[in-house]
């Protein structure tokens, strides 16, 4: 976007900055429920759900 001197020393560092960011965020955005996800399947299979029981018919 800058034309002034010394742009051609900063864009790259600015680029990889700038990308970083949104590389990361994506992955924050991603990976963060995916975990929970996979953490709460895990813990449901090692410890069983009580099982309720219909009210009865009448």
Same mark, same amino acid.
């Given at each position: *976007?800058? !034309?002034?001197?010394? /742009?051609?020393?900063?864009?790259? +560092?600015?680029?990889?900055?700038? @990308? ?5 965020? *994506?992955? !924050?955005?991603?990976? /963060?429920?995916?975990?929970?996800? +996979?953490?709460?399947?895990?813990? @449901? ?14």
């Amino acid at each position: *976007i800058a !034309t002034g001197p010394g /742009t051609e020393l900063r864009r790259p +560092l600015g680029i990889t900055i700038i @990308g970083g960011l949104i590389v990361s965020q *994506i992955l !924050t955005l991603y990976t /963060t429920p995916v975990i929970y996800l +996979l953490i709460d399947r895990l813990r @449901g299979r090692d410890t069983p759900r009580p099982m309720t029981q219909a009210a009865p018919a009448e």
